[in-house]
Structures are given as C-alpha cells and as structure tokens.
C-alpha cells in the first residue's frame, strides 16, 4: 500500500500535480493547524508531512512519534526557512526535518526588488489614488547609483545584489557575520572576484555601518536566536531620513512597532514587507497598524510563490520523501538540531 504524505491546504495546491503523479506516495492535503494535523496524522497512520511556514510547536511530534515509531518519521518544509518546526522536539520523536534550499532564491530575490521599486516609484499608492479617481502622478526615485545595503548576504541576499548591480547599477554594501574564507569557499571564488560579481564595496560583520550608508536596506537574516528584532529602533535610528526598507526574509528579525513608529514620524522615508511577526497579519501593538501607513507596502508571505519556484519546491519536498522511504537518510536535505 502507498505510504500516505499529508500536505498543509495552502503547499498542497502548489504541487498538486507533481504530488497526483509521484508513485509509491498518497499525497493528500490536510489542516495547516496543528491539532487537527496531527489527528490526520493519527487516523492515516501517516509517517510524513510536507509543511508550509506556520509554526509547529507539539502535537504533531507526538503524532507522529506514534505513527513512526522506531521507523521514525519526517517533516519536509516546503521551503527554505525551518524556524516553524522545532527541531530538537523532531529529535527527540526520531523525525527527520528537511527543506528545500536553493531552488527559491530567484523568486524571493525578484520580489525583493519589485518591492524596492514599488517604493521607490510609488506604485501602489499612484495606482490606489488612480483607482480613486485621481490622475495624479508623483514624483520618484531612479535607483542607478544608489546604494543597496544587504543584511545577510547568503544566497538570496546576494542574487538580490546580483540584479540591483547588474540590473539598475546600483553600488552594494553587505553585512554578513561569516567569515569572508566562508564566503569565498561557499561562491568558489576570491574576493576580488565576488566584489566584481555583485558590485560589492563593503564586507562587514558590522551592519551598523551599512543602515548608516544605504540608501534601500534589504533585509536577508534567517530567523534564529541571535536575529531575533535585529533590526529595532537603534538601528532604524542609523538609517538615512531616504531609506527604503524592504523585508522578505521573517518577521521574526524586524520591530515592528519600533518601524511603525519610525515610518509614522518621517525618520524613515519608505518600508515593503513580505513577511510578519504574526502570519497572516496582526499588528504586534493594536494601536501601531503598519496597514493604516501611507509609506509601506505590504504582500501576504509570498516571495517564493511562483509557479516556477513551486515546481522547484515540490520536485524537491518529492526528492526528500522518496530517499526517506528508500531509506537513503544520508542523501536527504536534512535541517535537523546538531544536539
Ligand atoms: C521560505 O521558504 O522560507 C519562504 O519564506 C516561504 O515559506
């Protein structure tokens, strides 16, 4: 019998028809909640998930604790960031947890910049004044040779570089806590040669210095212990009046109420959010409502979700799981806790 692989409502549909095909698996869509996830995973005597981006924080470990047993069990994100599944809980109920790096980079990164120049051309609000009847332009910003600050140049971060420098000829600033030997070993180049890649004049671990000189700052942390409200009202205080502040990495690594408060009173000229403390969107104080702001751009989490990208994530979630079945663990895309 087909092992069954339960898929949350919103990933299912994303790769239904890779999912429909794949042999040897009963890919079914389930609950993103985690109470009734976990009773699916009960009643399908199920050994697999494929998860999207909420947080899972206890029932579903025991279920499928129960369901794997000394077989054990996996949890394969659709996607790259693996802050919603609690990988030392997965430890310890025998779960693997995989994810799917590298095969989203260019969906986020293209929506990081078609963030930054709906800031910098007013797109939205033009095109909401438009809708209200009112033909009126407004006047906005070119990026050639303005400075992109990138904070956290990993793979997303520096494709993002890559097409600012490349694409609008804009001078880029990175901070990184890497070593730069990690750098060069993770590109395969010196240097020298990565400078030229992306346009880069800075290197730093010191991303104060980078707020201070960027004229759009673009945020690619991943959400860990040491990210957590990374960017808060002492950084945003760095910032020039003419920042853009663009984030598709997590909610997890910006304050905001500290950015509603910098937006709300000019410190900060513009901000484009992708991503958010509570998804789907709750203001973190009631009384600072980043939607009630003129200067912010707001999309629902979804910089990875394009059809491409969907594809990509599916074939690879689809990978994980038949190697995991095969019993090939050692070739899997494995995230789990070190400890
Ligand atoms: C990711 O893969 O982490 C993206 O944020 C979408 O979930």
Redesign the pocket.
Known sequence: MADVVLVTELEYPKGKELFEAAEGLDFQPASRLEEPLAEAVLANDCRAVVL??DPYRGPLYDALDETGGARGAIIARF???HDGVDKVLAKQHNIVVTNTPGV?DQSVAEHTIWLTGTLARHVAAVDARFKAGRFEPRTGLELAGKTLGIVGFGAIGRRVARIAYCGFGMHVLAADCRPLQQLEAQEGKSFEQIKAAYGLELYTADAAAVFREADVVSIHLPAVEDTRRFVAADRLRLMKPTVLLVNTARGWVLDEDALYDALAEGRIAGAALDVFENEPYEPTSPERDLRTLGNVVLTP?TS?DTHQSNERMARACLDNLTKFFAGRLDELTRVDASA
């Open positions: 999207g981006v996607g790259v960031g989203l989490h990875s």
